[in-house]
């Protein structure tokens, strides 16, 4: 039997992620309705799935109500790097909590499913090694990177209190880094700033000496995870942890990128922002065993396209 075409509202649909994951909603046949008020995303992201009839794009600020009529929301419009959402900090909570208000009240009014993209900057600066979502965090809830971690960790409770309040169905992804085509080249995350100067000849800028960690997803394992999570039903409410377990320094990246990128790069040293957690790796049991879900692309697979798609903004 041919499954009913759904139709699905992304927030933050031009962006990274949100791009991806229209590609891969269009391509399955369902009606897209792709929103986005293009602070860091871009038009040029969806821009080859504009002729398709089955989808739709929309300049809308999610601070404000949105009155459309959907089946699913992904709910993903918020910066993520933190150069842009430490920009315009108090326009970052808003658009965390007061989008999460206005999608949860689309949501409550349809009767739709919606599922939040939310962060492994939940557990801030992590004291418990590798982060099982039972863990509650250990985030500075007045520092720099707080109107993100804040701003979603409030958009988390908001979620489950509509779940507990309204019997809303709910699903809560946290995401841990993920990187790939797409990422802006002036993203100013890791992998894209150390890809853009390695291609560009011009020094990789370290921040502190290195020794942090992070465990690297690429874009199409990320993207996979979320619409498994989105497919479950109404009991599977998360939090879900998606992202690789593959845990890395910041310094083993950066000489991973310049051999690959074939460059001969000289490494610079900077201060470390101030709050930048020292260890991040995803426990993804919760994952395997709910979603039957992992990692499938090795980080050396992943760069390698990073970089062919960056090459063209090196020239
Ligand atoms: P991104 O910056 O590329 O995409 C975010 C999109 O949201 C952009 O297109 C932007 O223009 C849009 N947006 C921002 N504010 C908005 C608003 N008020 N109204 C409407 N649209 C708005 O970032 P991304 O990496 O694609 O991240 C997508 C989501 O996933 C974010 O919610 C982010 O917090 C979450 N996330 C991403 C990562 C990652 O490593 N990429 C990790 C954890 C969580
Ligand atoms: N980082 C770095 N050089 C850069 C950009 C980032 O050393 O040019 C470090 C940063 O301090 C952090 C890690 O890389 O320790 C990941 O940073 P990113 O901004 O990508 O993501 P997040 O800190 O949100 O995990």
């Known amino acids: 039997m041919r499954r009913r075409r759904k139709r699905i509202l992304v927030t933050g649909g031009a962006g990274f992620l949100g791009s991806h994951l229209c590609d891969r909603l269009v391509e399955r046949g369902d009606d897209v309705l792709c929103l986005d008020n293009f602070f860091t995303g871009a038009k040029d992201n969806v821009a080859h799935l504009l002729g398709r009839s089955n989808f739709e794009l929309m300049r809308h600020d999610v601070t404000m109500p949105l009155y459309v009529e959907v089946d699913e929301i992904y709910n993903l419009a918020c910066p993520a790097s933190p150069v842009h959402y430490q920009h315009d900090p108090v326009q970052t909570t808003k658009t965390s909590v007061h989008g999460a208000i206005n999608m949860l009240g689309l949501a409550k009014r349809l009767g739709a499913k919606i599922l939040q993209a939310s962060t492994s900057e939940v557990y801030g600066d992590p004291s418990v090694h590798p982060q099982t979502e039972e863990y509650w965090g250990h985030v500075n809830p007045i520092g720099p990177r707080a109107c993100y971690d804040e701003g979603k960790r409030c958009a988390e409770t908001l979620f489950f209190d509509y779940r507990r309040q309204h019997d809303l169905s ?142 063209p903004f090196a020239d």
């Not at 992070?214 to 039903?233: A, H, K, N």
């Not at 409410?237 to 001969?264: C, D, F, K, M």
Request: net charge negative; proline share 7%; hydrophobic share 35%.
């Open 170 to 311: 709910i699903k809560v992804a946290r995401i841990f880094n993920t990187y790939g085509p797409r990422m802006h080249p002036n993203d100013g995350r890791v992998v894209s700033n150390f890809v853009v100067a390695a291609l560009k000849g011009e020094p990789i800028t370290i921040y502190g000496d290195g020794q942090q960690t992070r465990s690297f997803c690429y874009v199409d394992d990320l993207i996979e995870g979320l619409i498994r999570l989105m497919e479950t039903d109404d009991a599977v409410t998360g939090p879900i942890n998606l992202g690789n377990p593959t845990e890395i320094t910041v310094r083993e990246l950066a000489t991973t990128i310049s051999e690959l990128a074939g460059a001969a790069s000289v490494v610079t040293f900077h201060p470390r922002p101030t709050d930048d957690p020292m260890q991040r790796r995803p426990d993804i049991t919760r994952a395997e065993e709910v979603l039957d879900w992992r990692p499938r692309t090795a980080l050396a697979d992943g760069l390698e396209a990073t970089i062919d798609y960056f090459r």
